[in-house]
């Protein structure tokens, strides 16, 4: 019998795959693999999420009015410019096939987030790539990829899994060197991390012409990742495509309450924010003096280069750290396999990692962290 056949391309996708979350012998692993918050949401978060167990036979509010009310306050935006979906990836994924198609081109940078791809891909689109410089995305190698056929530039600011991040001035050149017609997707999933004074979240670029769209999650600095909610905000006529678009209950009502009570509490946000601060410094200094090359990084994780070295790989010690119940993200998926990231985590949970680290690289263990 002949079996259905998918869409050409389907085939060719390869699964996104997320980080580890257990560890072979180990109950209670370290989970370093996939960037979540270290301190999880907040408190009044987990109370506006179980607040709304009695009511799971009633339909979510399709507008998701509330929660896009929240963000407008908390940001200073337009409510009716905010779309919000089921995380990031969602809004990706509807964004690409709102713009993209058959014959049509999707351009991010060499290192930039795996699911852009999948997303061009999935709508039939061709996903290219522009050379990155020093492990930063470079504006004139994206916009020499530029083509009659281009629909869609991402550019995740701060970038996944490099850390590096490109200041408003270069985000505004790119946007100056694109067509009309390309839609510019500033992916700026790590913003609230960032605490350099030439750093714009993509909200002045959106504000300023109708090509351009700011993405946002509530998986990093609000750690709500098990509830998959992001938001974008939008020019008018972008914010009208999506919500074409998207599912009438695309996100769910706990989630809307929960996301509500994590924008609004701006001290567990501050807190956050310090814990990665604090904990981010220390640790990279630690990684370099055993050795290894670890770049600079305003988000809440970082690429760790290994030796070309068997015995001493990425590879050796992700396995290392995984039989002691530490889980880092391998980066071959991502074209660096010499890397691992390793997210930022508390205290306690760097201090292993460094010593786990030193004890797989033959050396004594860096100085023991501050506080």
């Not at 907040?42 to 506006?48: E, F």
Request: charged share 20%; proline share 7%; net charge neutral.
């Amino acid at each position: 019998m002949t079996a259905p056949a998918p869409r050409p391309g389907i085939l060719d996708i390869a699964p996104y795959v997320g980080g580890e979350s257990k560890a072979h012998g180990h109950a209670e692993p370290v989970r370093l693999a996939s960037n979540e918050g270290a301190l999880g949401p907040s408190p009044l978060a987990i109370a506006a999420y179980e607040r709304n167990a009695a009511s799971l036979h009633r339909y979510p509010d399709g507008s998701v009015g509330e929660l896009r009310a929240a963000i407008g306050r908390r940001y200073g935006l337009d409510p009716a410019r905010i779309v919000c979906g089921a995380g990031s990836d969602e809004l990706i994924a509807l964004l690409t096939r709102a713009y993209a198609g058959p014959g049509d081109e999707v351009l991010y940078s060499q290192y930039g987030f795996l699911m852009y791809a999948i997303a061009a891909k999935t709508a039939g689109a061709t996903p290219v790539t522009a050379p990155e410089a020093g492990l930063r995305a470079d504006v004139d190698a994206i916009l020499g990829r530029v083509t009659d056929r281009t629909r869609i530039v991402f550019l995740a600011n701060p970038n996944n899994p490099t850390g590096s991040y490109l200041p408003h001035a270069e985000m505004r050149r790119l946007h100056a060197g694109l067509p009309g017609h390309v839609v510019l997707a500033v992916d700026a999933a790590y913003a609230e991390y960032v605490v350099r004074n030439d750093y714009e979240p993509g909200i002045a670029l959106v504000d300023g012409a109708q090509n351009v769209v700011m993405l946002r999650t509530f998986s990093k600095i609000h750690a709500l990742a098990a509830l998959r909610l992001g938001w974008a905000y939008c020019s008018p006529g972008i914010a009208d495509v999506l919500n074409r678009v998207r599912g009438p209950f695309n996100v769910n009502a706990p989630s809307q309450a929960a996301g509500v009570a994590a924008v609004e509490d701006s001290a567990h946000m501050a807190r956050a924010r310090a814990q990665v601060e604090h904990c981010r410094p220390w640790f990279r200094e630690g990684l370099l003096s055993l050795g290894l090359d670890v770049p600079d990084s305003v988000a809440n994780f970082l690429l760790v280069r290994f030796p070309r070295q068997a015995g001493k790989d990425a590879d050796a010690a992700h396995a290392y750290l995984t039989d002691r119940g530490i889980l880092v993200r391998k980066m071959v998926a991502y074209g660096l396999p010499d890397a691992l990231r390793i997210s930022i985590g508390l205290d306690h949970e760097m201090r292993l990692v460094l010593d786990a680290v030193a004890a797989f690289m033959g050396k004594s263990p860096p100085a023991r962290a501050p506080g």
